[in-house]
């Protein structure tokens, strides 16, 4: 079973572990970066308002261009497409970008 994940134009090719295997957190086992083929980013090619996260992509695994979240943005998603910006942090309660 393959399946892909396209954030932001980046393209990840997951592989599953097999038919038998359920990994502790659904969707990212330990190893699941041994299986993940990460597509070249390199910080320059993240256009504003996007930035570059070296382990921002699906589970960590690859270099992703994610949208730097402003303060009051929802930052919860499991599936995150984005970062609060420099100063900010992700609240647990609320999900959204506060203040630090």
Request: proline share 8%.
């Amino acid at each position: 079973m393959e399946c892909r994940l396209l954030l932001l134009g980046l393209t990840c090719l997951l592989v599953s572990p097999g038919p038998g295997v359920e990994p502790a957190n659904p969707g990212c086992s330990p190893n699941i970066c041994m299986l993940v083929d990460c597509m070249y980013v390199s910080p320059d090619s993240c256009a504003a308002p996007s930035v570059y996260v070296a382990n921002g992509g699906f589970c960590g695994c690859c270099p992703a261009c994610l949208l730097a979240l402003g303060e009051g943005a929802s930052c919860g998603s499991s599936l995150m497409h984005g970062r609060c910006q420099s100063g900010l942090v992700c609240d647990s309660v609320t999900e959204t970008c506060r203040r630090v």
